[in-house]
């Protein structure tokens, strides 16, 4: 079964300053899909970034970019330039291309952002 | 760009009734997704249909069940309820069932 760690269960930064997010996931499959949800206090779940594990280029949206690394099994998100807004709770995701279509989340990470 | 429409998006009920959640996928979406996420937890996923039909079953108990109607709307059913179901119960869609899901804003049931 596939699995989704996230190391961090906080972390902070300051306003326009940069964060990593570090998460890292098990499977046996070669094909699959990675994502990083946002949960802010409202409890909404926004979709950041997503990444397909056949593309060795790592996915960017403005200021959220990805590091994916397919041997190591990890898949960390770098915010840059962060904004008050960016605080809230963010899930790593990891779906099967293939067997089932659950998303499988992560623990979390509570990111704070302080000006 | 219309988003995922959940509802009601509070409830309250008391141990043993039921309640039915209702969600309206993005127009042109045909697959759904249950997710349950309880207090301080990650959503666990539950149940999804593509085109009316099951596809994936997850950690959805036998007091649950759920359907997707003609119009591609879903509707969970949870009946017995016990207090261990206060949760935020998330709908998502998505065009074709291996597509980016999308997540409604979520409905919050509190057993009591």
């Known amino acids: 079964a596939q699995t989704v760690t996230q190391s961090q269960p906080e972390m902070s930064v300051q306003e326009a300053e940069t964060v990593t997010l570090s998460c890292t996931y098990d499977t046996s499959e070669s094909d699959y899909y990675l994502f990083w949800y946002k949960q802010p206090p409202s409890r909404q779940m926004i979709l950041v970034i997503r990444q397909e594990a056949y593309k060795q280029q790592n996915a960017t949206e403005n200021r959220f970019s990805v590091n994916f690394q397919k041997a190591a099994k990890s898949f960390s998100l770098k915010i840059s330039d962060s904004q008050l807004g960016d605080a809230a709770m963010y899930f790593c995701?990891?779906?099967?291309?293939?067997?089932?279509?659950?998303?499988?989340f992560g623990k979390g990470t509570t990111l704070s952002v302080s000006s | 760009a219309a988003g995922v429409i959940q509802s009601p998006r509070h409830l309250i009920k008391e141990k043993r009734e039921t309640a039915t959640l209702k969600c309206y996928p993005i127009?042109?979406?045909?697959?759904v997704y249950w997710y349950q996420q309880g207090p301080g937890q990650d959503p666990q996923f539950l149940i999804s249909?593509?085109?009316?039909?099951?596809?994936d079953k997850g950690s959805i108990p036998d007091r649950f069940s759920a359907q997707q109607f003609s119009d591609y709307h879903s509707e969970l059913n949870m009946s017995s309820l016990e207090l261990g179901d206060s949760a935020l119960y998330f709908c998502a869609s998505s065009f074709y069932q291996m597509e980016t899901q999308y997540f409604g804003p979520g409905t919050r049931l509190l057993v009591l």
């Open positions: 995701a990891y779906r099967s291309a293939s067997a089932g279509t659950a998303l499988i």
């Open positions: 249909f593509y085109e009316k039909m099951q596809s």
């Open positions: 127009p042109r979406h045909d697959t």
